[in-house]
């Protein structure tokens, strides 16, 4: 694994701008032992409720990225920034447009030394990443690896992200992921809503996002924590 500056996450947590969350529920979240929390959605993302949220997560030591979903949401003073492309959709708005728009924007501002690209793969045909996205989910493990390889190997992308959310995936198929993508840092987040799903996603995963469970049950989400802290000294 490369010396990049999220290089040694193995647990971050996920929070949407968009969705409330308590003072005392990000105090919990920011003082858990994750390595990081990275800020991003799929809708809804604006510049004022991303300031809002960085600002309160800057309280605490703890690491802040920021995936950069859209134009209005691309806000500075992060710890660092991820940029996210679509690698299994045909709609090159996802693959190349928007970045391409966003550099024109704000390509002079870039941070590049803590900015890296993310190549996701999105499995969950109804999740929303897919709905906007056109992504094509129904992937055997022969696309998958092929789509790994195109991410990791031919685009040299330093992240890839394997993206069911909302539902828990087929590790089989992430094992087959982390198999072939080489150097490239394997991002894994969706249905992680435990800690016995936790350390099944971390047995294959070098990084685990967890996400919604925060919203909906936040004493399971704080024991994800401890379990991938476990499962990288079993």
Not at 98 to 117: C, D, M
Not at 187 to 201: C, L, M, R, S, V
Not at 203 to 212: H, K, L, M
Request: glycine fraction near 8%.
């Amino acid at each position: 694994m490369s010396g990049a500056w999220y290089s040694n996450w193995r647990h971050v947590f996920k929070l949407d701008p968009e969705k409330e969350i308590t003072d005392e529920a990000l105090d919990a979240i920011c003082m858990s032992g994750t390595d990081a929390i990275i800020v991003g959605g799929s809708s809804g993302v604006t510049f004022e409720n991303t300031v809002d949220l960085m600002a309160r997560i800057r309280r605490y030591e703890v690491d802040c990225a920021l995936e950069v979903s859209t134009l209005d949401g691309a806000v500075p003073g992060f710890d660092g920034y991820f940029v996210p492309i679509v690698l299994n959709t045909d709609n090159a708005e996802w693959i190349i447009g928007r970045q391409i728009e966003g550099l024109k924007e704000y390509g002079t501002f870039v941070p590049w030394e803590e900015t890296a690209s993310q190549g996701y793969i999105i499995l969950n045909s109804e999740a929303t990443a897919a709905e906007v996205t056109g992504a094509n989910t129904e992937l055997d493990e022969t696309s998958l690896v092929a789509y790994v390889r195109m991410g990791a190997r031919i685009m040299r992308l330093p992240v890839i992200y394997i993206e069911y959310s909302g539902r828990f995936g087929d590790m089989a198929l992430v094992r087959a992921a982390k198999e072939a993508a080489n150097e490239a840092q394997l991002f894994y987040g969706g249905g992680i809503h435990n800690a016995e799903t936790a350390a099944q996603a971390a047995e294959f995963a070098d990084t685990i996002v967890v996400g919604n469970i925060i919203y909906t049950d936040l004493e399971a989400a704080l024991r994800t924590v401890e379990a991938v802290r476990r499962s990288a000294t079993a």
